[in-house]
């Protein structure tokens, strides 16, 4: 094998500070799986799968980045030949161990949101993950799967990964990433994956949840004597023409602890379809003691608009409710971590075009992002400065450009930024080429023949 240029031999050495080799071998042997003595051994094939992200290049122009001498037809049938037990193994090391540096009252802060990406137009990934049917009022797009992550706050480390078919909700498969979740922490999710069921095994696993509430599931009573509307009726009432009144309400008001500040409690309602029966007759044995904390969401010009969040942390002398507001306004920094997941290393679109190969892409993608996210720990320790403040961009190029042993320098420092709402408007779109309503096969042409 030619001499490795820099670009490999630097994400050689990092994975060997977290992977060695012998480690790589050993797994695989493990697993079963038997390889010839070539350029192409499985730690140089994983290797080589990240220095591809990494670079951003095609599979026929990573040979040249690396200076193997090998083709890329080789290089794909290397990596379909790993075993994807091996790349499970890799992500699961290259998450730390131990509690957040950083902790909220003393609770590690931990993220849980979804995402989609788009994968290759096979038959065999339509069937397995299937076409959304709103892109452009056709089915005749890519497949486009959903991506379950857990994150930690402070490292923005990946600790766990669900794929999913774009037909199935997030929140059927929330539950199975509270295993990674350790006692002690609290987990922010959006109003899409909030349940009784879902706040009843966090509970009973001794981790504690804060969920933004729909506006459907808010207990707007306001204690003693039932609130009047407007018009000087009361609320409650069997309105003339509305739903009937049901028999027992599966959420009331308990007290209040302050402004905006309510302890409700709730009841199941019914029991959903992706837990078991016997399951869910143990969790809704006892009913859930939660706090229900109310805030505006203002901006300049604009009318006020009312949120709520509901939570497991119901004292309110060690979790203030404005305290909790803050930390929930945090739960947004997970939309950058999947930016730079999607963007920055490129997982919109896939390249593979089987089921398994898939699962390997994606594997190796979390692998790659969580490398990158340690040079930015690193980076974020040495400057004094939180890690989501440092250039993620720039931890990738010094990765990808720098020599082996090299100190690692001062990276890029971004600002401090409030989020904006800008226009969802193309300006320039006089080169975009009409829209494939069709099926591709449908509105291919035949060749064109030349003839005398």
């Not at 404005?322 to 896939?350: A, H, M, N, P």
Request: proline share 7%.
């Amino acid at each position: 094998m030619a001499t490795l240029p820099l670009a490999l031999r630097q994400v050689k050495a990092t994975l060997e500070s977290q992977f060695p080799s012998d480690r790589i071998l050993k797994i695989s042997r493990d697993l079963g799986h038997v390889w010839r003595k070539r350029v192409l051994t499985p730690e140089v094939t994983v290797q080589l799968f990240l220095l591809q992200w990494l670079a951003g290049v095609a599979l026929k122009a990573l040979r040249h980045v690396a200076g193997v001498t090998v083709s890329a037809q080789a290089i794909c049938r290397a990596r379909m030949r790993l075993p994807l037990r091996l790349m499970m193994d890799l992500v699961a090391a290259g998450v730390p161990e131990g509690p957040a540096k950083v902790l909220w009252r003393g609770l590690e802060v931990y993220l849980v949101d979804g995402m989609s990406f788009m994968t290759q137009d096979t038959p065999a990934l339509v069937e397995k993950y299937g076409k959304p049917k709103n892109q452009r009022g056709t089915g005749h797009g890519y497949p486009t799967p959903k991506l379950l992550a857990l994150m930690d706050f402070n490292g923005g480390f990946i600790r766990k990964v669900i794929a999913l078919p774009w037909a199935r909700q997030e929140f059927t498969c929330l539950s199975r990433l509270f295993k990674a979740i350790g006692k002690g922490a609290v987990l922010l999710g959006d109003r899409g994956l909030v349940s009784f069921a879902h706040l009843a095994l966090l509970m009973q696993s001794g981790t504690a949840g804060c969920f933004r509430l729909p506006r459907g599931q808010v207990v707007h009573k306001r204690g003693g004597k039932a609130a009047k509307n407007k018009r000087g009726g009361k609320t409650g009432g069997k309105k003339k023409g509305g739903p009937k009144k049901r028999g027992k309400r599966s959420r009331q008001l308990i007290k209040r602890l302050g402004p905006q500040d309510l302890l409700v409690r709730w009841t199941a309602a019914g029991r959903p379809k992706w837990i078991g029966r016997k399951r869910f007759e143990t969790l809704s044995a006892q009913p859930l003691t939660l706090r229900q904390i109310a805030f505006r969401i203002c901006r300049p010009g604009c009318r006020p608009r009312w949120a709520w969040i509901i939570t497991t942390l119901i004292d309110p002398k060690r979790y203030p409710a404005g305290e909790l507001v803050k930390l929930y306004g945090k739960r947004w920094q997970i939309e950058v971590y999947f930016r730079d997941l999607k963007r920055t290393l490129g997982l919109s679109l896939l390249s593979t075009k089987t089921p398994e190969g898939v699962r390997k892409e994606i594997l190796a993608f979390i692998l790659l992002y969580n490398l990158v996210r340690g040079v930015v720990c690193k980076a974020a320790e040495r400057q004094g400065v939180e890690p989501h403040r440092i250039s993620f961009t720039d931890a990738m190029n010094w990765l990808l450009w720098s020599s082996p042993g090299s100190p690692l320098p001062d990276l890029a420092i971004n600002r401090k930024r409030t989020r904006r709402s800008p226009p969802r408007r193309v300006k320039n779109a006089r080169h975009r080429f009409p829209q494939l309503n069709q099926p591709r096969a449908k509105l291919d042409k035949p060749p064109c023949i030349a003839m005398l």
